[in-house]
């Protein structure tokens, strides 16, 4: 009996890049699903991603990703999805003034209404 190929062992890829056998493509899909929503990876050259995979530019090959990761639920958070998003920086600020204007009208308060009983 010959010996299978390379291209009939259930590979993908080609142009002779490495290849990635399903059940390696399985491996990484489970991976990338248990992975936590904050551990996505955070490439900075989408250029050149976009470029061996005969895409139009960096920005195409990053929502490309984008849609590869919501279809396939990849970096979701599943544990806390019923929770908030994390604040901006500006609504935390605003969130913190708030707080400390609070705490100190009611420190006036307390100490308004001791001084007043002494």
Known sequence: MPRKSRKDSGCVGGDGASQI???ELK???VIFK???AT???RLTDWDGIAKPLDMKDGKSAKERF??????MGWFENKEGADQQATPSRKKRALEDADDN???SSKKIKVEGEDSGHA
């Open 21 to 23: 056998t399903a059940v």
């Open 27 to 29: 491996i990484l899909n």
């Open 34 to 36: 248990n992975c936590d």
């Open 39 to 41: 551990s996505k990876p």
């Open 66 to 71: 984008r849609q590869i990761c919501k279809k």
């Open 101 to 103: 204007r609070m705490a």
